[in-house]
């Protein structure tokens, strides 16, 4: 007789996937639904159930070459093929080209009338009617609650899908189910369908907080594979959905030796040759200390090499921002001409913290810049609490780290706080810390600047006097430490 297996011995069986191709999503799932197996997809009115699954079937065409097939119980070919028209889907052509078929299941015809022990058989006739049309591999049934309203007998319906379910697993199809959330407390939908697909299970929320608008994607479960455990927000943009799996946080990034221009000498000389490159800098000060001023430096000298800087402000708009560094000898809008410099701004009730998140997220990957700017980032505390702002940007730090690129964020300290103090608490996640000042002496205000810190460099611990003219910044090297 042979010995068992050790527990934990040899290769774990491994559940195979299905990549959806919906940006994040593969990443959080692990690689994608399970393939062969039905998947349930449920969420409210408005969660964006339906235009996940339209992407599911796109992607799988444009991207895996695997053709699909959609059964909607609610809207018709053409209103579906109209309502994801705005987010790039070209649906008539994949349907010319034989690559989708798409049905609109109409309850209403007499392959569906409730008479004696009645069967789905007219359902299981589409969805294999529709299989073998196209030679799918996925299949999207859209709505299937509907079932539940037209027919009174809910054992019959139950004991149908089981055996549809069954089915489509024998067929090696990868299905999305979509349904609606229920209403009672404990169950995942309105008639109990997740006792059927027990593979995975994807739940959608739109929730609306203190008049913010945010969408969340949670993976109820995935039977047989590891996958993310979080809430995680998502956007509807104009190339589909876009889901930012932001609390998969490691310390995991490279450190780089490498340093990069600050854009002002005598403060590249304070810290023996400028900031490591892909480091966090925080630069604080109360208002009219300079902080914008130091950190346009910064972006001048990364557009001067000839490479991309992002700037997010969040008080200026672009205009203004270009029109005050010109005051003091700076030209912007030469880089932005260029397209080296992009200067992105919106008001921070535009949209929730995660949504700003978001926003960010996909204009850096798509911008791919050296350099971001974050100015000034006290302002988001207008819309979530000290805390939230803090894991916000731990999640913009850990990207951004990820990604090797070097970010500068500006914060206000309130007039009437200690300089060291900051409002949104991110100092102690910073790498480097650079403090400005307004001095008041024999009668005139003047700045100052010093590092507070700034991790695995050397750097100067003397305070310095500087001014901001026409001609620029110019730091005093001759101010003594205190």
Same mark, same amino acid.
């Given at each position: 007789?042979?010995?068992?297996?050790?527990?934990?011995?040899?290769?774990?069986?491994?559940?195979?996937?299905?990549?959806?191709?919906?940006?994040?999503?593969?990443?959080?799932?692990?690689?994608?639904?399970?393939?062969?197996?039905?998947?349930?997809?449920?969420?409210?009115?408005?969660?964006?159930?339906?235009?996940?699954?339209?992407?599911?079937?796109?992607?799988?065409?444009?991207?895996?070459? !695997?053709?699909?097939?959609?059964?909607?119980?609610?809207?018709?070919?053409?209103?579906?093929?109209?309502?994801?028209?705005?987010?790039?889907?070209?649906?008539?052509?994949?349907?010319?080209?034989?690559? #989708?078929?798409?049905?609109? #299941?109409?309850?209403?015809?007499?392959?569906?009338?409730?008479?004696?022990?009645?069967?789905?058989?007219?359902?299981?006739?589409? #969805?294999?009617?529709?299989?073998?049309?196209?030679?799918?591999?996925?299949?999207?049934?859209?709505?299937?609650?509907?079932?539940?309203?037209?027919?009174?007998?809910?054992?019959?319906?139950?004991?149908?899908?089981?055996? #549809?379910?069954?089915?489509?697993?024998?067929?090696?199809?990868?299905?999305?189910?979509?349904?609606?959330?229920?209403?009672?407390?404990?169950?995942?939908?309105?008639?109990?369908? !997740?006792?059927?697909?027990?593979?995975?299970?994807?739940?959608?929320?739109?929730?609306?907080?203190?008049?913010?608008?945010?969408?969340?994607?949670?993976?109820?479960?995935?039977?047989?594979?590891?996958?993310?455990?979080?809430?995680?927000?998502?956007?509807?943009?104009?190339?589909?959905?876009?889901?930012?799996?932001?609390?998969?946080?490691? %310390?995991?990034?490279?450190?780089?030796? *490498?340093?990069?221009?600050?854009?002002? *000498?005598?403060?590249?000389?304070?810290?023996?040759?400028?900031?490591?490159?892909?480091?966090?800098?925080?630069?604080?000060?109360?208002?009219?200390?300079?902080?914008?001023?130091?950190?346009?430096?910064?972006?001048?000298?990364?557009?001067?090499?000839? !490479?991309?800087?992002?700037?997010?402000?969040?008080?200026?708009?672009?205009?203004?921002?270009?029109?005050?560094?010109?005051?003091?000898?700076?030209?912007? *809008?030469?880089?932005?001409?260029?397209?080296?410099?992009?200067?992105?701004?919106?008001?921070?009730?535009? *949209?929730?913290?995660?949504?700003?998140?978001?926003?960010?997220? !996909?204009?850096?990957?798509?911008?791919?810049?050296?350099?971001?700017?974050?100015?000034?980032?006290?302002?988001?505390?207008?819309?979530?609490?000290?805390?939230?702002?803090?894991?916000?940007?731990?999640?913009?730090?850990?990207? %951004?780290?990820?990604?090797?690129?070097?970010?500068?964020?500006?914060?206000?300290?309130?007039?009437?706080?200690?300089?060291?103090?900051?409002?949104?608490?991110?100092?102690?996640?910073?790498?480097?810390?650079?403090?400005?000042?307004?001095?008041?002496?024999?009668?005139?205000?003047?700045?100052?600047?010093?590092?507070?810190?700034?991790?695995?460099?050397?750097?100067?611990?003397?305070?310095?006097?500087?001014?901001?003219?026409?001609?620029?910044?110019?730091?005093?090297?001759?101010?003594?430490?205190?």
């Amino acid at each position: 007789m042979a010995k068992a297996t050790s527990r934990g011995s040899g290769k774990k069986r491994q559940v195979k996937k299905s990549p959806t191709g919906i940006e994040g999503l593969d990443d959080i799932t692990g690689g994608g639904l399970p393939a062969g197996r039905p998947t349930l997809l449920c969420g409210g009115a408005g969660s964006g159930k339906t235009l996940m699954a339209m992407e599911f079937i796109v992607k799988g065409i444009s991207m895996f070459k !695997e053709n699909g097939v959609y059964l909607s119980f609610e809207e018709s070919k053409n209103e579906l093929f109209d309502n994801v028209a705005s987010l790039g889907f070209d649906m008539d052509v994949f349907d010319a080209q034989q690559h #989708i078929f798409v049905r609109e #299941i109409d309850l209403g015809m007499h392959d569906f009338v409730e008479s004696g022990d009645y069967n789905l058989d007219g359902l299981f006739a589409q #969805i294999e009617y529709g299989i073998d049309c196209v030679g799918a591999k996925r299949i999207v049934i859209d709505g299937i609650e509907t079932l539940f309203s037209h027919f009174s007998r809910e054992s019959i319906i139950r004991k149908e899908l089981k055996r #549809i379910f069954r089915w489509l697993k024998g067929k090696g199809v990868t299905a999305l189910i979509t349904s609606e959330q229920g209403g009672t407390p404990g169950s995942i939908t309105r008639h109990g369908i !997740e006792e059927y697909i027990s593979d995975c299970v994807i739940i959608l929320d739109h929730r609306i907080t203190e008049q913010v608008a945010t969408r969340r994607l949670h993976i109820q479960k995935y039977r047989g594979a590891r996958h993310g455990t979080n809430e995680y927000p998502f956007l509807i943009t104009d190339n589909g959905i876009s889901v930012f799996p932001i609390t998969a946080t490691q %310390l995991d990034h490279d450190a780089s030796s *490498q340093q990069v221009s600050t854009g002002i *000498q005598k403060l590249d000389d304070m810290f023996r040759g400028g900031y490591y490159k892909g480091s966090s800098i925080l630069i604080t000060g109360t208002a009219g200390t300079g902080k914008s001023s130091l950190v346009s430096y910064f972006a001048n000298a990364v557009c001067g090499d000839n !490479e991309k800087c992002l700037y997010f402000a969040f008080e200026e708009s672009a205009r203004q921002i270009v029109r005050n560094m010109g005051s003091i000898g700076m030209d912007l *809008q030469g880089f932005i001409d260029k397209g080296l410099l992009k200067i992105h701004a919106a008001r921070p009730m535009l *949209q929730g913290l995660e949504m700003h998140l978001l926003t960010m997220h !996909e204009i850096i990957e798509k911008e791919q810049p050296s350099a971001v700017i974050l100015d000034p980032v006290s302002n988001l505390d207008s819309i979530g609490s000290v805390l939230d702002v803090k894991l916000m940007f731990i999640r913009v730090i850990d990207y %951004l780290k990820q990604n090797g690129i070097t970010a500068l964020y500006t914060a206000l300290t309130p007039g009437d706080s200690m300089p060291e103090a900051t409002d949104v608490g991110i100092s102690s996640i910073m790498d480097t810390w650079i403090l400005l000042q307004n001095l008041e002496r024999n009668g005139q205000r003047e700045r100052s600047l010093y590092i507070m810190k700034s991790r695995g460099l050397g750097h100067s611990n003397k305070i310095r006097k500087f001014r901001i003219s026409d001609n620029g910044i110019d730091i005093d090297t001759d101010s003594q430490s205190s």
